[in-house]
């Protein structure tokens, strides 16, 4: 992030650097502020650049209680939730160890669906079209929910229309100048970026694979990743077909990240982070399964890796050692089945309820996705 924030206050493109910079513009701004500050307060960048994530956090400790609040959930009750994220160990390390800005785009995830869940004024409906597109701007990831926000309510075509323009517009603000200066290195840069294969079922093949020849990179990744992509594709498309209108939008937002860690093949340690505000403000008491696993898996991620990352100067490891491979595996394994579970359990009881509602022509394209979502899935397990 200082590299970012040190080409930006020089005044170079990082997208026109190879491998680089890999998210909308957004943030790179933001971490070039930082750098300024940071020079200009004598405080380490380190230091600053994590000030507005742990921020966020707290921010959205907040919002979770008034949106417990909306619900006419219980003070108590509320407070209780509020600070099973706040005091959540996965969010803490994720936005102060590791220092992943992941913690801002939940918040603003968190705030677009307050908005237009609870708010019906149509200022209000702007703002939280806007406060998604911000969202995106920054992270791509939330993008994936975007279908679910356009048909939350039943609303005419042409509402529709204007919160997706309202979305998409802080995302061209910020990314268009860049793709006139060079189309094609910003738009391989941000719509190119894979991920890493850390975590889901290809830690556990990592794991399995390192059993066997002490090596944790997997030579059939990126069949397996492209595999995942149509696998993904497909089976979202089943989900938004059953969830498009339903009405708990964070909870259908929750299985669409669910989905997403169970299936996609490059997950990393900070997507761990997206699914634990949702957890809290559906009060699923699957947030202690789910912390718990997700503990185990970073700790045994961080201890083979990069023991820096989560200890800093306090205690030295040396990274790369075998024993510390068996917890990064069981770990993982834990926790993809109890995402799987948890993931199941959600569309079981909230997505297929709605199916015996639906018209013949909306089932019919419900299963047939859902089929080519098995068949995609079959070659992926063929590529094993």
């Known amino acids: 992030m200082r590299e970012v924030a040190e080409a930006v206050t020089r005044g170079i493109n990082p997208y026109l650097l190879f491998n680089f910079y890999i998210y909308p513009p957004a943030w790179m701004f933001i971490e070039g502020l930082t750098l300024v500050l940071s020079n200009f307060l004598k405080l380490p960048f380190h230091m600053l650049i994590k000030f507005l994530p742990n921020l966020a956090d707290i921010a959205s400790c907040l919002l979770i209680y008034k949106f417990l609040a909306r619900e006419r959930v219980k003070p108590l009750s509320a407070s209780f939730w509020s600070l099973a994220f706040i005091l959540n160990p996965v969010s803490i390390i994720i936005s102060s160890a590791h220092g992943?800005?992941?913690?801002?785009?939940?918040?603003?995830?968190?705030?677009?669906?307050?908005?237009?869940?609870?708010?019906?004024e149509r200022r209000l409906f702007v703002l939280s079209a806007l406060v998604l597109g911000l969202a995106i701007a920054i992270k791509p990831n939330p993008v994936i929910l975007l279908p679910l926000f356009l048909f939350y309510k039943k609303s005419g075509f042409r509402k529709k229309i204007v919160y997706l323009t309202l979305t998409v517009l802080p995302v061209s603000l910020t990314l268009i100048p860049f793709l006139f200066l060079n189309f094609r290195l910003t738009l391989s840069s941000v719509v190119g970026y894979s991920g890493v294969y850390d975590f889901g079922y290809a830690a556990i093949l990592r794991g399995l694979a390192y059993q066997q020849n002490a090596n944790y990179w997997l030579v059939q990744s990126p069949r397996l990743l492209a595999g995942s992509k149509l696998c993904f594709l497909a089976g979202s498309i089943f989900l938004f077909i059953i969830f498009a209108g339903a009405k708990n939008l964070a909870k259908s937002c929750l299985v669409f990240y669910l989905f997403f860690i169970s299936v996609y093949f490059g997950i990393s340690a900070q997507y761990l982070s997206w699914v634990i505000p949702l957890l809290v403000v559906t009060r699923s008491k699957s947030i202690i399964l789910f912390t718990i696993e997700s503990l185990l898996a970073l700790m045994g991620f961080y201890l083979f890796f990069g023991p820096g990352i989560l200890f800093g100067k306090l205690i030295t490891i040396t990274p790369y050692q075998s024993i510390y491979m068996p917890l990064y595996f069981v770990g993982n394994l834990a926790l993809w089945l109890t995402t799987l579970g948890i993931l199941i359990k959600g569309i079981?009881?909230?997505?297929?309820?709605?199916?015996?509602?639906?018209?013949?022509?909306?089932?019919?394209?419900?299963?047939?996705?859902?089929?080519?979502?098995?068949?995609?899935?079959?070659?992926?397990?063929?590529?094993?």
């Not at 992943?100 to 019906?120: E, H, K, P, R, W």
């Open 100 to 120: 992943q800005f992941d913690g801002v785009v939940s918040l603003l995830v968190l705030g677009a669906i307050y908005l237009i869940t609870f708010c019906n």
């Open 348 to 384: 079981a009881k909230e997505g297929f309820p709605l199916l015996k509602n639906f018209n013949p022509f909306r089932r019919f394209f419900a299963y047939a996705f859902l089929g080519l979502f098995i068949i995609s899935l079959i070659t992926v397990v063929k590529f094993l």
